[in-house]
């Protein structure tokens, strides 16, 4: 394979299972990059752009990387045009409402007439809501997405669960479910053509058990 | 002052650079018997409205004029030419070959290669049918970019009856068969199987459909599509992607094009061939085009056409 490919990968929580994936696909990457942002593979050819998580769709789909893994949480929150090969299976979470235990909507009770939803997810609430024909307002917040609840801010939450802990901690309980979110394996529509057999290869390299 | 975002000046060494590639381009269109035609930046909407697919339709700039008639900026130019050929050149013998070299306008996130305000070049082969008539416009897609210093551009095409013929074999008709095939289009493989899934399609025969959103090649993968191809129309439309290819082996071109199954373009608007045209260094398509019969006809003129633009901005982006 002579092409070289260069792939954007997520800091952050999704980290450690992706470098874990890409080496069993034969492309090590340092565990630790420390403060660089482009590193080079293991086997010498694969360039590596280590990226916050929601800027790898902006750079595949511009082509300053040819493809990337990200979470499909991520993918909702964006338009950019990247086209989802392959379902990576790690980094499994839920999207979901949540509130309080105490105003009782888990258990059919009505959401207020106007709604207040806080979310790091804007779009993935707005759309959810909409679908359901209920008038709400978002709060987009950018962490710490459960205390909105506790003090008032927000009627009910929209935000990740992988093991459910924060959620309990903070009395909160699981409303309905948006969408469940796992790492996927992005492409430049383009360098899909332009790089046909570097990344075919990756692909299978990266989906063999 | 300050000027709206997607928009931009040309100052004069750089507006030069760009009038000589528009200028490469005109001689190009000259060569192959082209006559370049404008129509008015702004048009009714509803005129413009009947060859635009949904996203171009919430791309569009619209206003009014004072006495309240709505108008648009157009997006691109072969909706206003289907209008001007139905509306004024139907006496004209066919087929009849109009090109064009102007600016469209598009409501959209300015960003690098994708601009408010842009150039297009492109031609039309109006009334033109057949294998000739799309290899026609997919060579001269090519020499353009010859043309303008682009020899290493690349080129992939595919015929939308092909996809069509692959999912009547595994079973799919009607809005089943239009989901998947936007996934197809998009490249989305999770979607894809995902659909297969919870729609209980019998795996191994989903599976056919997947490798096909995978697949693309040369004459090796027209052995391998063939068999899978369930309709007469898609076997044909199989067969004239080869000539198409062996055309183009005649001019040198045959590593130059490679066939893409799951090239798709703008679903609503072409009805069969279709190509674009990259080259590795950008992340998005030069040029693109391809055979688009239903357009004429909404405007009342029932002839066939096929047609192809590429984007000025973004071939100074690729020089």
């Known amino acids: ?209 | 002052m300050k000027i709206p975002p997607g928009v931009r000046d040309w100052l004069p060494q750089e507006f030069a650079f760009k009038r000589d590639v528009e200028e490469r381009i005109r001689e190009v269109f000259r060569c192959w018997s082209y006559s370049e035609v404008l129509t008015p930046t702004f048009e009714v909407y509803e005129a413009l409205e009947r060859g635009l697919g949904e996203r171009l339709m919430q791309q569009t700039f619209r206003f009014s004029d004072p006495l309240g008639q709505s108008l648009a900026l157009r997006t691109e130019m072969t909706t206003p030419i289907a209008r001007v050929v139905s509306a004024r050149l139907r006496q004209a013998p066919l087929p009849l070959r109009l090109s064009y070299i102007a600016t469209a306008f598009r409501y959209e996130e300015p960003q690098l290669g994708r601009m408010r305000e842009f150039t297009q070049a492109g031609a039309e082969l109006i009334g033109g049918t057949g294998t000739s008539a799309d290899a026609e416009a997919l060579f001269m897609a090519i020499e353009t970019l010859d043309a303008v210093g682009l020899g290493d551009a690349r080129f992939d095409i595919n015929d939308a009856a092909i996809v069509d013929g692959v999912l009547a074999s595994v079973g799919l008709s009607g809005d089943a068969a239009e989901a998947c095939k936007q996934f197809v289009a998009e490249r989305n493989l999770v979607a894809l199987r995902d659909f297969g899934e919870r729609n209980a399609v019998d795996p191994q025969t989903f599976e056919i459909l997947v490798q096909l959103t995978m697949t693309r090649g040369r004459d090796d993968v027209v052995r391998l599509v063939r068999p899978i191809c369930a309709t007469e129309h898609s076997r044909a439309a199989l067969a004239r992607l080869e000539e198409i290819l062996k055309r183009a082996d005649a001019f040198g071109w045959r590593e130059r094009i490679n066939i893409d199954f799951a090239l798709l373009r703008d679903l609503r608007y072409y009805t069969g061939f279709v190509f674009e045209g990259y080259i590795g260094d950008l992340g998005f398509s030069l040029c693109g085009g391809g055979r688009y019969d239903q357009l004429l006809p909404r405007f009342g003129y029932d002839v066939p056409a096929v047609g192809w633009m590429v984007g000025v901005e973004r071939i100074l982006l690729a020089l």
Not at chain 1, 48 to 64: K, M, Q
């Open chain 1, 1 to 209: 394979m002579s092409e070289r490919l260069v792939i954007a990968l997520p800091k952050g929580a999704l980290y450690e299972e992706t470098r874990k994936c890409l080496a069993k696909a034969g492309i090590e990457v340092p565990a630790d990059v420390g403060r660089r942002l482009q590193v080079l593979a293991g086997d010498g050819r694969t360039e590596l752009l280590v990226l916050r998580s929601s800027d790898v769709p902006a750079y595949v789909e511009f082509g300053a990387a040819d493809c990337g893994i990200v979470g499909k949480d991520t993918l909702w929150e964006t338009d950019r045009s990247v086209s989802e090969l392959a379902d990576l299976g790690f980094g499994q979470c839920r999207l979901v409402v949540a509130a309080r235990r105490s105003d009782g909507y888990h258990d059919g009770a009505r959401y207020p007439t106007f709604l207040r939803v806080a979310t790091k997810f804007k779009r993935s609430a707005q759309a959810y809501f909409a679908e359901r024909d209920v008038a709400c307002e978002i709060i987009a917040l950018h962490g710490s997405v459960e205390l909105a609840p506790l003090v008032g801010l927000a009627d009910a939450i929209v935000d990740l669960v992988a093991t459910g802990r924060t959620l309990r901690e903070h009395d909160l309980v699981v409303v309905d479910e948006v969408g469940r979110s796992s790492a996927r394996f992005v492409v430049n529509p383009v360098r899909f053509r332009a790089k046909y057999r570097a990344i075919i290869d990756v692909l299978e390299r990266l989906q063999r058990d």
